[in-house]
T-cell receptor, first 113, second 111 residues
């Protein structure tokens, strides 16, 4: 059974650029959630995708957007990068919605200069 | 939204000691998970425990949903137990469908 994978592992961008992060869900899981973890903080929920539709969203602006594909993999897109977007971005998958156990990938560390 | 408070924020122990980490929350939940975050950032699942008691080796957890708290017990600590422990939960009343995390307990086990 393959776990949650994310790519790339590290990324450096400059302010104003756009970035796309990718996540493959664990085998058998149809729900993907994205989280942002700033240094020294707990992860914060960005949004969740279930059956290719956004199913819930945290307190993040519209320049954070996403997609889920028929194979349940997902992308997180961030436009107009700001310095404060520097963080570890974590993807989690679950079989169904968030009341089911979530399993996390290793994360993508984004640095915005 | 639901509030999550973890205590203590920092804990330094000698190898072999036992510890109890606490998670208090402000409302009813239908998902509560404990994670260990390693130095590379990976969140490792310890327990899925919206209610009841579970044990896995040297670790055990208890959630008393009616009193809105959960406890994580670590016995006979090893240096590899060092890291940040997070409690994360989901409010059962609906709304944004992700997990809400506490600020974590930073545990250091000294040899």
């Amino acid at each position: 059974e393959t776990g949650v994978t994310q790519s790339p592992t590290h990324l450096i961008k400059t302010r104003g650029q756009q970035v796309t992060l990718r996540c493959s869900s664990q085998s058998g899981h149809n729900t993907v959630s994205w989280y942002q973890q700033a240094l020294g903080q707990g992860p914060q929920f960005i949004f969740q995708y279930y059956r290719e539709e956004e199913n819930g969203r945290g307190n993040f602006p519209p320049r954070f957007s996403g997609l889920q594909f028929p194979n349940y993999s997902s992308e997180l897109n961030v436009n107009a990068l700001e310095l404060d977007d520097s963080a570890l971005y974590l993807c989690a998958s679950s079989a169904g919605l968030s009341y089911n156990e979530q399993f996390f990938g290793p994360g993508t560390r984004l640095t915005v200069l | 939204g639901i509030q999550v408070e973890q205590s203590p924020p920092d804990l330094i122990l000698q190898e072999g000691a036992n510890s109890t980490l606490r998670c208090n929350f402000s409302d009813s939940v239908n998902n509560l998970q404990w994670f260990h975050q390693n130095p590379w950032g990976q969140l490792i699942n310890l327990f899925y425990i919206p209610s009841g008691t579970k044990q896995n080796g040297r670790l055990s957890a208890t959630t008393v949903a009616t009193e809105r708290y959960s406890l994580l017990y670590i016995s006979s600590s090893q240096t590899t137990d060092s890291g940040v422990y997070f409690c994360a939960l989901r409010y059962s009343g609906g709304g944004a469908d992700g997990l809400t995390f506490g600020k974590g307990t930073h545990l250091i086990i000294q040899p």
